[in-house]
C-alpha cells in the first residue's frame, strides 16, 4: 500500500517546493562562469592532459620492464640448458677476441 502512495506524495512534496520557490532575481540565460569559471575548467582540462601523458609512460615502462625480465628469464633458461648439455647447444657462442 505505500508503494501506491509514494508517488502522490512524491507529487505532493514538488508541487509545494515549486510553488514556494521564489522567481530568480537574474536572467538565467545571461548568467555565465565568467574568468574564473574558464579558468577553473582550464586547470582541469590541463590537469587531465598531464595525468594522461603520466599514465602512457607509466605503462609503457612497466610494458618494456616486463619484456625486458622476459628476455632476461629466455636467456638465463638458453645458458642453463647449454651447460647441462654442452653437446647440444643450439647457437654457437661467440668467440671472444683479446684486448689490446
Known sequence: MS???LPHLVDAVT???????????????????GPAGFLAIL???????????????RIRRTTYRAEIAERLQ???AAR????????EASTPRETQQPQG
Request: hydrophobic letters at 50%.
Open 15 to 33: 508541487g509545494f517546493m515549486l510553488a514556494n520557490t521564489p522567481p530568480p532575481e537574474f536572467n538565467p540565460d545571461t548568467v555565465t562562469p
Open 3 to 5: 508503494a501506491v502512495l
Open 80 to 87: 642453463v640448458e647449454a651447460e647441462t648439455h654442452p653437446g
Open 74 to 76: 629466455a636467456e638465463l
Open 43 to 57: 586547470f582541469v582540462v590541463v590537469a587531465v592532459v598531464l595525468l594522461g601523458f603520466d599514465l602512457v609512460r
